[in-house]
């Protein structure tokens, strides 16, 4: 049976509100096909606009085996190319950030434009057109100070998340804000138990001493059901609404993105040891109200997102293997604040590099059970990990649509 019809049957056939079966989290050829029928064709979260503010500043980054590149052009957009030379493949940025008035490659110095167009290759011929050796485009959008990329040749619709996340995240004024740190860790363990973990408050208390003073571990916050209920949550929603932020719980319907603004536990205005904001200059002045909680952002398979009235914190995730996964974490903080004056670093991160690490642990403790021949799917808890079961029938369907579907098959710009 081959790789496509075996994944089908076993996800047609899944228990459900059980975790996956070992393949799904440690199999290179299950792996290579979350990456042909994910990964390879939707759109993800490669980074900030602010992160490239002036012409010619980019960054790069590594999707499977897809080098791309995201630049500022001289006009002001903000584009994506495949990072990979016409000429004889060579990557053309080599360094994770930078910024060039050209794009040079280094082997043997073909120059692009920052709009992709070749300008110059030496020594080609009189025949060589350089207009059909441009860089290969990326599809590309930036919502709200967001950037997505899309590999594929034909993209999916970005016009439900732009219209779903973009009033959300809008009083936020990210585009207005700067890089205050960025760090990315190795998570030695499958792309999906990452996502697992991450949500659900299931494991808080036994795990996050420090990010339970602020963040609380209801269900009801960190799952997909029962916020409305929540008396708790109701009274923040409609007290942050008629202050002019979109708040209430709304998920797209296929489960890949949504939104929603949560309270922090009692007082707390920030993921700070004593719940106090870590950076004196207010994110936004759209905000006019305090206590406004954290805007909280999920869309599947890149990224979660936290915005605060003092700062905001993206996680962008990224499969490195099998089972290794990068964790990318960035703190931005208003344009104009100043390190040591506004905010300092060590309080301004301290609760997610500590909430990080332990997570860490606890996806490459969970990677090395379930590599045991022992290992079978295990019941997930109704009450406490909804927002996992709806990670895991997402990802299921996902699948399943796109290995039913005519175009089950690599489609990603060659």
């Not at 040079?104 to 110095?109: F, L, R, S």
């Not at 050796?133 to 594929?152: D, E, N, R, S």
Request: glycine content about 6%; overall charge negative; proline content about 6%.
């Amino acid at each position: 049976m081959d790789i496509h019809n075996q994944v089908l049957r076993q996800l047609k056939n899944r228990r459900e509100g059980f975790s996956l079966e070992q393949p799904f989290y440690i199999d290179p050829d299950y792996y290579k096909l979350d990456l042909e029928m994910i990964w390879y064709r939707d759109w993800l979260f490669a980074g900030h606009d602010c992160q490239i503010e002036k012409s010619g500043m980019y960054f790069t980054l590594q999707v499977g085996d897809y080098p791309v590149l995201v630049i500022r052009t001289r006009d002001g957009d903000i584009r994506a190319f495949h990072n990979t030379c016409r000429h004889r493949g060579h990557r053309v940025c080599t360094k994770e950030t930078g910024s060039a008035t050209r794009l040079v490659c280094p082997y043997h110095q073909w120059t692009y434009q920052h709009d992709g167009s070749l300008m110059s290759a030496r020594h080609m011929g009189e025949n060589f057109d350089k207009k059909q050796f441009g860089l290969k485009p990326i599809h590309c959008q930036v919502v709200a100070g967001y950037i997505f990329v899309c590999l594929a040749k034909e993209a999916p619709d970005f016009a439900p998340v732009r219209a779903t996340v973009e009033p959300y995240m809008a009083p936020h004024r990210l585009p207005e804000t700067k890089v205050a740190a960025q760090n990315t860790i190795i998570e030695k363990g499958n792309w999906k138990l990452v996502w697992e973990n991450n949500r659900e408050c299931y494991h808080c208390a036994g795990n996050h001493p420090e990010l339970c003073r602020t963040y609380p571990e209801a269900p009801t916050a960190t799952g997909v059901q029962g916020a409305g209920d929540d008396p708790f949550i109701s009274e923040h929603w409609s007290r942050c609404e008629q202050a002019g932020l979109p708040s209430t719980f709304n998920m797209s319907p296929d489960g890949q993105f949504r939104v929603a603004r949560m309270p922090l536990v009692e007082d707390a205005e920030s993921y700070t040891m004593n719940g106090r904001p870590a950076v004196q200059r207010s994110l936004s002045d759209d905000v006019t109200i305090s206590h406004i909680g954290t805007m909280l952002l999920f869309h599947y398979p890149t990224t979660w997102n936290h915005m605060l009235v003092d700062h905001a914190i993206s996680f962008r995730v990224i499969p490195v293997g099998p089972e290794e996964t990068a964790v990318t974490t960035t703190w931005l903080v208003h344009k104009d604040a100043v390190e040591g004056v506004d905010y300092d670093i060590e309080q301004l991160t301290h609760v997610w590099n500590m909430t990080n690490d332990q997570d860490r642990q606890i996806v490459e403790e969970n990677a090395f059970g379930i590599r045991s021949p022992a290992y079978e799917p295990g019941p997930y808890s109704e009450a406490h990990e909804g927002g996992v079961m709806q990670f895991v029938e997402w990802y299921s369907n996902f699948m399943i649509d796109r290995l039913q579907g005519s175009e089950g098959k690599l489609h990603a710009v060659a």
